[in-house]
């Protein structure tokens, strides 16, 4: 009896074990079917779902919730695939953060696969269609108002180019060229951002007297560069700006004098290949850099001189609101239950509220 009660103890403190490796909670959970909450990411290598990732696990640990996170690399077959394995394997709710946020069919998918289990899904950060999501009355959104982010760093950037207008102005033609970094074609929060980040900069600088920006390359219709692989990426802001670099510069007298991007990781990648040719490096050469999400990597390059600007999404707020949700539907309480009111919008979501940065 003793080596039985033995073996019993043992197991149990390996399983406590796996569960703490596999990357959920070791303590009970207060969801009523006992599953975990199984949590999707689009892609780990994002550095601002970085840390709204910390946040929310830390949450989730302080609340006894179990949960498994899972890396879809970008892939929307994979995040598929991991959903359909997690309910196979007794998830007691999805929690996703949508790879193919272009695509109403990726968000259908995924909320018939809740359906047919008869579980709770709460999308987040990614935006999803308000159709698909409120007709099924175990679904709901966080995010933001994708709008309120363009016009916040449309605003900023023309109030500082307004305020700095001579000096911004290298080629000396009464005139401000910009690029702007578009992070993915299709996706809402990137085109509200490509949008309204130009359209209000625009209106600051002529209620002030002044023209409108004007794209540093007449040849590109568009008007932006993209991220080809929709990754929003440091790597890619480098690339796209080292090539611009290359033809449009100071000796070519036609050099690329802001630059607005729709994250901080490609407007970080856009300060590299700066730096790189030998601006925003604190010797006086300086190109104003704007982005939005404030990650920690962006306030220290505000701080050092490097970068304008940023528009801070609240990355905890939106990790508390996401597991709070979970932890309503799993529990049959209501959606919004624990959640500031004048952040619901609807039946269906809640908006984190952006805010600006530009130093502390």
């Known amino acids: 009896m003793k080596l039985k009660k033995l073996f019993t103890c043992v197991a149990s403190f390996m399983l406590a074990v796996a569960l703490?490796?596999?990357?959920?909670?070791?303590?009970?959970?207060?969801?009523?079917?006992?599953?975990?909450?199984?949590?999707?990411?689009?892609?780990?290598?994002?550095?601002?779902?970085?840390?709204?990732?910390?946040?929310?696990?830390?949450?989730?640990?302080?609340k006894g919730i179990k949960y498994q996170d899972y890396?879809?690399?970008?892939?929307?077959?994979?995040?598929?695939?991991?959903?359909?394995?997690?309910?196979?394997?007794?998830?007691?709710?999805?929690?996703?953060?949508?790879?193919?946020?272009?695509?109403?069919?990726?968000?259908?998918?995924?909320i018939n696969l809740a359906k047919?289990?008869?579980?709770?899904?709460?999308?987040?950060?990614?935006?999803?269609?308000?159709?698909?999501?409120?007709?099924y009355d175990k679904a709901a959104y966080v995010g933001t108002d994708y709008t309120q982010a363009g016009h916040m760093e449309g605003q900023m950037?023309?109030?500082?180019?307004?305020?700095?207008?001579?000096?911004?102005?290298?080629?000396?033609?009464?005139?401000?060229?910009?690029?702007?970094?578009?992070?993915?074609?299709?996706?809402?929060?990137?085109?509200?951002?490509?949008?309204?980040?130009?359209?209000?900069?625009?209106?600051?600088?002529?209620e002030g007297g002044k023209p409108e920006l004007e794209f540093y390359d007449s040849s590109n219709s568009s008007k932006y560069l993209l991220d080809m692989n929709g990754t929003w990426s440091a790597q890619q802001g480098q690339e796209l700006?080292?090539?611009?670099?290359?033809?449009?510069?100071?000796?070519?007298?036609?050099?690329?004098?802001?630059?607005?991007?729709?994250?901080d990781d490609m407007a970080l990648g856009a300060i590299a290949a700066l730096q790189n040719s030998g601006y925003n490096t604190g010797d006086g050469r300086y190109i104003p850099v704007f982005g939005v999400d404030a990650t920690d990597a962006a306030k220290a390059a505000i701080k050092d001189g490097s970068m304008t600007g940023t528009i801070k999404q609240d990355a905890a707020g939106m990790a508390n609101a996401v597991v709070q949700i979970a932890e309503n539907l799993?529990?049959?309480?209501?959606?919004?239950?624990?959640?500031?009111?004048?952040?619901?919008v609807g039946t269906w979501r809640v908006n984190i509220p952006y805010s600006a940065y530009a130093g502390e």
């Open 20 to 62: 703490v490796g596999c990357g959920g909670s070791s303590s009970g959970s207060t969801d009523s079917t006992g599953g975990e909450v199984a949590v999707f990411w689009y892609t780990f290598g994002d550095t601002y779902l970085s840390s709204v990732r910390s946040a929310m696990n830390a949450t989730f640990d302080e």
């Open 71 to 110: 890396d879809a690399n970008a892939s929307q077959t994979t995040q598929t695939e991991q959903i359909t394995t997690a309910i196979s394997k007794g998830a007691s709710c999805l929690v996703v953060n949508i790879v193919d946020a272009s695509s109403d069919d990726a968000t259908q998918a995924i």
């Open 116 to 135: 047919d289990a008869n579980l709770p899904v709460v999308f987040f950060n990614r935006s999803v269609s308000e159709e698909i999501v409120s007709a």
């Open 157 to 206: 950037a023309g109030q500082f180019i307004l305020e700095n207008y001579d000096k911004l102005d290298i080629n000396g033609d009464g005139k401000i060229t910009y690029v702007m970094f578009k992070g993915q074609e299709g996706n809402m929060e990137a085109d509200a951002r490509t949008q309204y980040g130009v359209e209000d900069a625009n209106k600051v600088l002529t």
């Open 241 to 263: 700006m080292q090539t611009a670099l290359s033809k449009f510069n100071e000796g070519n007298k036609n050099m690329i004098e802001v630059v607005i991007a729709n994250n």
């Open 330 to 344: 799993t529990n049959n309480k209501g959606t919004f239950d624990g959640i500031d009111a004048a952040n619901v």
